[in-house]
T-cell receptor, first 114, second 107 residues
Framework: GAGVSQTPSNKVTEKGKYVELRCDPISGHTALYWYRQSLGQGPEFLIYFQGTGAADDSGLPNDRFFAVRPEGSVSTLKIQRTERGDSAVYLC????????????FGPGTRLTVL | KNEVEQSPQNLTAQEGEFITINCSYSVGISALHWLQQHPGGGIVSLFMLSSGKKKHGRLIATINIQEKHSSLHITASHPRDSAVYICAVSGNTPLVFGKGTRLSVIA
């Protein structure tokens, strides 16, 4: 069956540009999570959705980062005015429910800001 | 101090060796997760446990809630086990991850 997919797999952009990263969760999964993983580090939480609403966005580093999930399925992570420090792998995961449910991860989008 | 600490950071083993990776955490949790990440970034969930021990094939995960400690064991290690193993905990907040243990198994 289809797992979590993310597009693009790689994104190279210039400092100051706007980027959108897309996540397609497993069908029927109500919870969706975004994480960021810098080189040599474990993933760090950014935001999670329960349905269409952002249940916890405390991990977003600043107001340049925003995420939406308008229909409770696909989610888009948006980064404005990108900075070199935003370069990382952005991971998406989904689960049947929030809390302690097993999360299924996508392959990630590697973002490079030049 | 990180809320989730893993040791060792890097581990090289000969094929067939028994491997142990440790995870300690400092926060209250409802579950602990062991994840495997291969080069290229894909993460696979290996175990989710809140007490005792779980076994899947050559992998065994244990947790001691009182000591806030978990171990991941790999028996009869194989080069295909080479990956980064990540411990993560969940509770009132979404997953908090350790930095991972990079395992290389040499034939």
């Amino acid at each position: 069956g289809a797992g979590v997919s993310q597009t693009p797999s790689n994104k190279v952009t210039e400092k100051g540009k706007y980027v959108e990263l897309r996540c397609d969760p497993i069908s029927g999964h109500t919870a969706l999570y975004w994480y960021r993983q810098s080189l040599g580090q474990g993933p760090e939480f950014l935001i999670y959705f329960q349905g269409t609403g952002a249940a916890d966005d405390s991990g977003l580093p600043n107001d340049r980062f925003f995420a939406v999930r308008p229909e409770g399925s696909v989610s888009t992570l948006k980064i404005q005015r990108t900075e070199r420090g935003d370069s990382a792998v952005y991971l998406c995961a989904s689960s049947l429910a929030t809390g302690t449910g097993e999360q299924f991860f996508g392959p990630g989008t590697r973002l490079t800001v030049l | 101090k990180n809320e989730v600490e893993q040791s060792p950071q890097n581990l090289t083993a000969q094929e067939g060796e028994f491997i142990t990776i440790n995870c300690s955490y400092s926060v209250g949790i409802s579950a602990l997760h062991w994840l495997q990440q291969h080069p290229g970034g894909g993460i696979v969930s290996l175990f989710m446990l809140s007490s005792g021990k779980k076994k899947h094939g050559r992998l065994i995960a244990t947790i001691n809630i009182q000591e806030k400690h978990s171990s991941l064991h790999i028996t009869a290690s194989h080069p295909r086990d080479s990956a980064v193993y990540i411990c993560a905990v969940s509770g009132n907040t979404p997953l908090v991850f350790g930095k991972g243990t990079r395992l290389s198994v040499i034939a």
